[in-house]
């Protein structure tokens, strides 16, 4: 018996210190890329704020898995794509999995519009919940979505400089 109570004792006290620890992680995460396009804003915009032109730029929008239902809704495998708001030099997209988990995307077009270069900043944004395997699962956001928006960027530079 003393056994049983050592190891349900030890389990929560365990449990209390991992939780703990998991509360010190921040509980919103941001991730953001940005290149350098030698191209206009103007050229650049329409290819953002408009999902018929993503699979151009976005490897993972020529799917069979994905449906785009207009110009600002596309559903991505199990995430509803929806273009918020299109502003001179941004658009805001929210991405929502089929668990409910919201990360809202933001890219931001910075220049001149007469000037024949721009930067695209790409970012995501994510609140976090309490539970210590969410907490200590953000720590990959930035390794695994880090590198498949600087893949994507890449390709919305050669196609906006073609």
Known sequence: MKLIKLGLISFLVLGIIITSIG????????????????????KIKPMLADMHQWP????????????IQSSTSAQIGNTAVTITAVTDSTIVANWQAA?????????????????????????FVQQIGWYPWERFGSMMNDKIMGTQM???LQLLKQVAEN
């Open 99 to 123: 668990d409910g988990a919201l990360q809202v995307s933001t890219m931001r077009l910075i220049g001149k519009p007469e000037a024949n270069t721009a930067i695209v900043q790409w970012q």
């Open 56 to 67: 151009l730029w976005l490897e993972g929008m020529k799917d069979s898995s994905v449906t």
């Open 23 to 42: 509360l010190l992680f921040p509980s919103t995460v941001l991730v953001s890329r940005a290149v350098d396009v030698n191209a206009s804003i103007v």
């Open 150 to 152: 600087e893949r994507h």
